[in-house]
């Protein structure tokens, strides 16, 4: 395997790793999620941290596919 491809692979293993921290972290607030009421508003906590979490998972996913993006590019 050359330099390119052991640093593209340790690459795309970083970035899936990102990505699986961040779903860690939404995973996480799954339970206080499901145990709001609906009658009842949400706490500006509660709002700040699914921003914070929902926010990086969304960055981390999409610096995910934009790298496998342009590995499939560089196999065309």
């Not at 860690?24 to 339970?31: F, I, K, N, Q, T």
């Amino acid at each position: 395997m050359t330099d390119l491809n052991e640093n593209e692979i340790e690459a795309l293993k970083a970035a899936v790793r990102g990505a699986i921290g961040t779903a860690s972290a939404l995973e996480a607030l799954r339970e206080n999620v499901m145990a709001l009421d609906p009658r009842a508003d949400i706490s500006t906590e509660d709002l700040e941290q699914l921003e914070r979490v929902t926010l990086a998972h969304a960055v981390s996913s999409q610096a995910l596919r934009g790298f496998v993006e342009s590995m499939r590019a560089r196999r065309a």
